[in-house]
């Protein structure tokens, strides 16, 4: 049997947004990558999941088809192989592929990390290396560390490698894809544990964990609202002397740092040659109990400013409630109705006609 091709193949849909810089790169090399193949996959895939998340109130909102797993049997033939496919002309490095790189790297990393200690790898285990010393005042390394040197070092293999070229695009990923590491490395937590008579807690020891995934999601956002702007795209071609430009350039930037080349386009817009589906028929929220101030002006960002209105619908929802057990043996329920309403983006005009005068127009649908 051939073995498992896990490929990140990136659909047109995206090309125009996120596209990772390599075209058809094959890791042909010893079985060790083998290993990790689908723990890089699953990480790339919990990376967009993520960034899906991040993004669903924002206009762009990292779309669908992002990044897709499929096997490719196209791939040359015979070589145990993981090929990661894809790639496009139109390729952009804005703020939003910044983020897709870093959350993609960084969900490598993570959960080839939680897999190393979940026991998954043969060579792998806890990181104890510091076991025994000092880690600050009153407290001691012990315990079984989340081992992010491996998933930090395995990940690097896979995903750096996809960067061929040696241009300012090629830097720029590659600076994200360690911005992403830098992030899951940062949010990790020191747990201790006391020792001491009756819990005294005279010394504890500490180990570093992972967090959960959606704090490195909710850090590189906050990374990406702050990326920064590296102007370094005109006349930066492939001569030394432009590749010691860019290596000097990004070199001076904190790795924690997003760093983008150009700016975003207007997500409001369709736009079908950048494969942009722009901000129309967009829910976004109003009214809720727990939403933040992000989510509270979503309707604004996603729809007032983009010269769209916000247009009511009202549904009904049918659902089982107020269940009895009958002995025996039935359960009877109640059908309760339950109001809902949505808030979605619509074309002005379409709005007043559909809307009578500007009255909201109330469907009635079961959802
Ligand atoms: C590692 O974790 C992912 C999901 O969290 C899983 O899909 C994968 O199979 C795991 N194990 C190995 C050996 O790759
Ligand atoms: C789509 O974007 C491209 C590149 O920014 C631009 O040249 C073009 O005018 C845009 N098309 C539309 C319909 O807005």
Redesign the pocket.
């Known amino acids: 049997m051939e073995p498992y091709l896990a490929i990140f193949f990136l659909t047109p849909f995206f090309q125009s947004c996120c596209a990772w810089s390599v075209n058809n790169f094959l890791m042909t090399g010893p079985k060790a990558y083998l290993i990790y193949s689908s723990s890089v996959a699953a990480g790339a895939q919990s990376g967009i999941e993520e960034c899906k998340f991040q993004f669903a109130w924002d206009r762009w909102n990292c779309p669908e088809r992002a990044l897709q797993l499929s096997s490719h049997g196209g791939l040359r033939s015979g070589k145990e192989s993981i090929g990661y496919h894809y790639r496009d002309p139109l390729t952009t490095a804005n703020r939003e592929t910044a983020f897709v790189h870093a959350i993609s790297s960084a969900g490598v990393m993570y959960t080839l990390t939680r897999n190393c200690s979940l026991g998954d790898f043969d060579n792998c285990g806890c990181d104890d290396s510091r076991n025994g010393q000092l880690g600050g005042q009153g407290w001691l390394w012990g315990g079984c560390s989340d081992n992010v040197g491996f998933g930090e070092a395995i990940s690097k293999q896979f995903v750096d490698a996809l960067e061929t070229g040696q241009d300012a695009r090629a830097a720029m990923n590659l600076h994200n894809n360690e911005a992403g590491r830098k992030a899951v490395k940062g949010t990790m937590k020191r747990t201790c544990k006391c020792h001491g008579v009756s819990g005294s807690c005279t010394t504890q020891t500490c180990w570093l964990q992972l967090p959960e995934f959606r704090e490195v999601g909710t850090y590189l956002k906050e990374r990406y609202h702050k990326a920064l702007k590296v102007d370094l795209l005109q006349g930066a071609g492939n001569s030394a002397a432009s590749r010691g430009a860019i290596a000097e350039t990004f070199s001076s930037i904190s790795k924690k740092e997003l760093v983008h080349l150009e700016d975003s386009?207007d997500y409001c817009?369709e736009?079908k040659?950048?494969g942009l589906l722009g901000t129309e028929g967009r829910e976004c929220l109003k009214r809720g109990k727990a939403l933040s101030k992000w989510e509270k002006r979503s309707c604004r960002r996603l729809c007032g400013d983009c010269g769209l209105a916000v247009e009511e619908r009202r549904a009904e929802m049918v659902s089982s409630c107020n269940c009895k057990f009958h002995w025996c043996c039935a359960v009877r329920c109640e059908q309760c109705r339950k109001r809902v309403t949505k808030y979605f983006c619509v074309r002005k005009e379409k709005r007043e006609r559909s809307g009578g005068g500007g009255a909201s127009r109330k469907l009635k649908r079961k959802l």
């Open positions: 386009p817009l736009n040659t950048l």
